[in-house]
């Protein structure tokens, strides 16, 4: 199938995926979700990935954010060909470069706010102060630093959705992947919460992958790319 | 935040579920514990280190039926013989007949000889045995069991025959501290005054004990013995002391295959119980395994979390029902001690201790990897639930 492929320019690309491909398969049955995807994202965009469900997005995320694997094709994303990492080194890159944030927030709820925020960085080596600083920070950038003992059942939806934007940040990750992040927040947390990734985006630089049904969401983003059954349908540049 | 504290709040997670799978490993390892325990002294009953070269000689009939005391000089002068000693069971009570305690009528002049190491004999002075073996009405004790009836030197024991016709009245000359507490829970009086109140007694013992001066020459010393005696009125059954021990823990029938058997009913009831409460844990959590994967965490490092945190409940409950089996222990020494006379060496010992924690361990080794190595290895995305 002939597939439009996307490049949105404006520098080197920190996502650059070639021909990229998957299947599943349902007993005999392959079922394609992804098609020939070519794409290139520069440093420090913000891409709102839209399209109907089963149209592959999610699917393409978690493909650039190496938590899953193509059936075909190559993905150079943060430096690095995630094809040529096995699974210890994959949770190795998306420790370090890679910050994740989910629709339903998943923190961990036993632990507080802090805690969870700490969580990626009990992998970084990081000594007991740097973590407490670096936590401190990141839940500071998000306002919440009067939450540090709250544990998620004492959080609102917008509060926890923060927190776990702090999580996805603590470790300085050069992407975030964002998976319906609103989907669960009523209009004025989710406000909140897009507001936030704008500012992460704009003042810290950092670049942004977000899956989203929502065409308010989307609007927040610098292009939205939308795909129909596994291959790109058009990309629009969004006039904030 | 440490990695330790990590796995203590996920353990505490589900509060009553935590609590419910610690108890049930707790009454488990106990229930284990305290069984292999009571085997373990059963079986020490007949294994006495100090009775390697110690034999019973017995008529061939049972144990209810007599031999005459003429087989006596035989023994004594077979060449391997060091002494002997006639032994019979008296079976009587003092003051109320639920109060059991071993009370036999022994040889006076070879009693120390034969039994030195059981009656601490060093620790005896020759005119307390000259004491004892003066007056005809005399007796020694053991610590456990003068204790238990607050006796001392001096006291007067009437004791009340079940077997014999008579109630004798004896004076303790000699309380007696042996290595092991089973062994001092028993009461010996001169074989005189049995033979004296019991006509049908006379020239008559239900058994000899004998003392060889070197294991080695048991078999035989047994062949020999057996055979003079073969096709006369009192045939003699002879054997250690262990066999004849043994003879006793048979008549409860085959305990060490029942007891075997209920620690392993036990161990494979708290596997299925450990595993199923493990895997349902894990599944709960298979969203969060995945955001863990997600950030970083490698799939080692999440089942080795998983695994420790497993192992961590096991033991817990592990050591609690250890501690439970030691108190226990204590309690059925000085409660049933001195009634059943191998509990008084009730004890868990280091071997079971070791047992019982190396086999929780690998309940929750076992309970624990099975879900947490398929939690793991579960794709991310499907434990995200994410397909767009």
């Given at each position: 199938m002939d597939t439009p492929s996307i490049s949105l320019g404006g520098g080197e690309p920190i996502i650059r995926l070639r021909d990229v491909a998957k299947s599943y398969w349902r007993e005999e049955l392959e079922i394609p979700v992804l098609q020939g995807i070519d794409l290139d994202i520069p440093v420090g965009a913000y891409i709102a990935l839209m399209g109907p469900s089963g149209s592959g997005k999610t699917t393409l995320l978690n493909l650039i954010a190496g938590i899953d694997r193509p059936t075909g094709g190559s993905l150079e994303v943060c430096g690095s060909e995630l094809n040529d990492l096995d699974d210890d080194e994959l949770a190795g890159w998306r420790n370090g470069h890679v910050g994740f944030i989910f629709q339903n927030y998943n923190l961990v709820p036993v632990l507080t706010a802090f805690e969870n925020v700490e969580l990626p960085l009990l992998l970084t080596g990081a000594g007991r102060g740097e973590r407490r600083d670096r936590v401190e920070q990141a839940l500071g950038l998000v306002n919440l630093t009067d939450k540090l003992r709250s544990y998620p059942r004492q959080l609102s939806g917008g509060q926890e959705q923060r927190v776990a934007i702090a999580r996805a940040i603590v470790t300085e990750p050069d992407l975030l992947v964002a998976d319906e992040p609103t989907g669960a927040l009523d209009a004025k947390n989710a406000e909140e919460v897009l507001g936030l990734m704008e500012r992460l985006n704009s003042e810290l630089g950092k670049t942004i992958v977000m899956v989203t049904h929502d065409p308010k969401a989307a609007h927040h983003a610098r292009h939205q790319i939308h795909l129909e059954k596994g291959v790109f349908d058009r990309t629009v540049e969004v006039n904030r | 935040m440490r990695w330790l504290a990590l796995i203590w709040k996920s353990l505490l997670r589900s509060k009553r579920r935590t609590l419910l799978i610690v108890g049930s490993l707790m009454l488990s390892v106990f229930t284990v514990a305290v069984l292999q325990s009571l085997l373990t002294s059963l079986n020490s009953m007949t294994n006495n280190p100090n009775s390697s070269n110690r034999l019973a000689v017995r008529h061939k009939s049972g144990l209810t039926q007599m031999l005459p005391r003429s087989y006596e000089p035989y023994l004594r002068q077979q060449p391997e013989v060091e002494t002997v000693c006639a032994l019979q069971w008296f079976g009587g009570y003092y003051q109320d007949p639920r109060n059991f305690f071993a009370n036999l009528a022994a040889d006076e002049t070879t009693i120390f000889q034969m039994f030195r190491e059981e009656f601490g004999v060093s620790d005896i002075t020759e005119a307390q045995i000259k004491d004892f073996q003066r007056d005809g009405a005399g007796c020694i004790v053991g610590e456990v069991l003068a204790k238990k009836n607050g006796w001392k030197v001096g006291d007067v024991v009437p004791l009340t025959?079940?077997?014999?016709?008579?109630?004798?009245?004896?004076?303790?000359?000699?309380?007696?501290?042996?290595?092991?507490?089973?062994?001092?829970?028993?009461?010996?009086?001169?074989?005189?005054?049995?033979?004296?109140?019991?006509?049908?007694?006379?020239?008559?013992?239900?058994?000899?004990?004998?003392?060889?001066?070197?294991?080695?020459?048991?078999?035989?010393?047994?062949?020999?013995?057996?055979?003079?005696?073969?096709?006369?009125?009192?045939?003699?059954?002879?054997?250690?002391?262990?066999?004849?021990?043994?003879?006793?823990?048979?008549?409860?029938?085959?305990?060490?295959?029942?007891?075997?058997?209920?620690?392993?009913?036990?161990?494979?009831?708290?596997?299925?119980?450990?595993?199923?409460?493990?895997?349902?844990?894990?599944?709960?959590?298979?969203?969060?395994?995945?955001?863990?994967?997600?950030?970083?965490?490698?799939?080692?490092?999440?089942?080795?979390?998983?695994?420790?945190?497993?192992?961590?409940?096991?033991?817990?409950?592990?050591?609690?029902?250890?501690?439970?089996?030691?108190?226990?222990?204590?309690?059925?020494?000085?409660?049933?001690?001195?009634?059943?006379?191998?509990?008084?060496?009730?004890?868990?010992?280091?071997?079971?201790?070791?047992?019982?924690?190396g086999g929780t361990l690998v309940v929750g080794l076992l309970a624990t990897f099975i879900p947490a190595y398929a939690a793991t290895r579960r794709p991310i995305t499907d434990g995200l639930k994410a397909i767009g």
């Open positions: - | 025959g079940t077997i014999f016709p008579i109630n004798p009245r004896l004076n303790i000359r000699i309380i007696y501290k042996s290595p092991r507490p089973s062994d001092e829970n028993a009461l010996y009086f001169h074989f005189k005054l049995l033979e004296e109140g019991v006509p049908r007694m006379k020239g008559l013992s239900g058994s000899f004990w004998v003392r060889l001066h070197r294991p080695e020459d048991i078999p035989r010393f047994v062949e020999r013995v057996d055979r003079h005696y073969a096709n006369s009125a009192y045939e003699t059954l002879t054997e250690t002391e262990n066999a004849f021990n043994l003879g006793f823990v048979k008549m409860l029938g085959n305990i060490g295959a029942i007891i075997q058997g209920i620690t392993l009913a036990v161990v494979v009831a708290i596997l299925i119980v450990t595993g199923n409460t493990m895997a349902t844990a894990i599944r709960e959590r298979t969203t969060e395994i995945a955001v863990f994967r997600a950030m970083g965490f490698s799939s080692g490092r999440v089942l080795t979390l998983l695994l420790v945190e497993g192992m961590l409940l096991v033991a817990m409950g592990g050591m609690l029902g250890l501690l439970l089996a030691l108190v226990a222990a204590t309690g059925v020494r000085s409660t049933l001690g001195s009634l059943t006379p191998f509990l008084a060496d009730f004890t868990i010992l280091p071997d079971t201790i070791l047992a019982c924690l």
